[in-house]
T-cell receptor, first 114, second 112 residues
Framework: ETGVTQTPRHLVMGMTNKKSLKCEQH?????MYWYKQSAKKPLELMFV???????ENNSVPSRFSPECPNSSHLFLHLHTLQPEDSALYLC?????????????FGPGTRLTVL | GEDVEQSLFLSVREGDSSVINCTYT??????LYWYKQEPGAGLQLLTY???NMDMKQDQRLTVLLNKKDKHLSLRIADTQTGDSAIYFC????????????WGLGTSLAVNP
């Protein structure tokens, strides 16, 4: 248990569906991240929020829409996805500071797009 | 460009030492990290090393950093079956808005 939870753990959706992934951190951190983990590729940073403000959007297609209502919650809204979007989506958080970037990860949501 | 490379697989016998290697390209990295991912789980920080150090030891884990060769290694002493996982090397590029640059991960298999 890292203090970062993600729901759902598994999600199967069709290309026309709309769904949302949820992440919650109980660590008092001020920064939250969405990553995409695909086989044979390095971990891809998608979005970063610092004190609820988006500070990074790593050229992510608009079919992925993040939302950060407060420093403890992060959502990833999905619509009209493609089969190549199937992957493990990981949420992470940390206390953004000048020290080491020690991120705490949730268990991930395994997404399958049919 | 920035790149972190690791061998993809390593197999060891239980009780032996494991050495997982990583090379990186950006000499301006401030910190370098080792994360572990067990099946069905997210990544867990194992340890990190500041770039002006050449060694860090934490119980069974020893990190060696050769800054000249841009080479990082993680040694696990007395490897156990519970150490079977994927190990990721990452560098913290202070000049790139502090994004972590990740390797592909080394899958460690520990055989009884």
């Amino acid at each position: 248990e890292t203090g970062v939870t993600q729901t759902p753990r598994h999600l199967v959706m069709g290309m026309t569906n709309k769904k949302s992934l949820k992440c919650e951190q109980h660590l008092g951190h001020n920064a939250m991240y969405w990553y995409k983990q695909s086989a044979k590729k390095p971990l891809e940073l998608m979005f970063v929020y610092n004190f609820k403000e988006q500070t990074e959007n790593n050229s992510v297609p608009s079919r992925f829409s993040p939302e950060c209502p407060n420093s403890s919650h992060l959502f990833l809204h999905l619509h009209t996805l493609q089969p190549e979007d199937s992957a493990l989506y990981l949420c992470a958080s940390n206390r953004a500071s000048g020290g080491p970037d020690t991120q705490y990860f949730g268990p991930g949501t395994r997404l399958t797009v049919l | 460009g920035e790149d972190v490379e690791q061998s993809l697989f390593l197999s060891v016998r239980e009780g032996d030492s494991s050495v997982i290697n990583c090379t990186y390209t950006d000499s301006s990295s401030t910190y370098l990290y080792w994360y572990k991912q067990e099946p069905g789980a997210g990544l867990q920080l194992l340890t990190y090393i500041f770039s002006n150090m050449d060694m860090k030891q934490d119980q069974r884990l020893t990190v060696l950093l050769n800054k000249k060769d841009k080479h990082l290694s993680l040694r696990i002493a007395d490897t156990q079956t519970g150490d079977s996982a994927i190990y990721f090397c990452a560098e913290d590029n202070a000049g790139n808005n502090r994004k972590l640059i990740w390797g592909l991960g080394t899958s460690l298999a520990v055989n009884p």
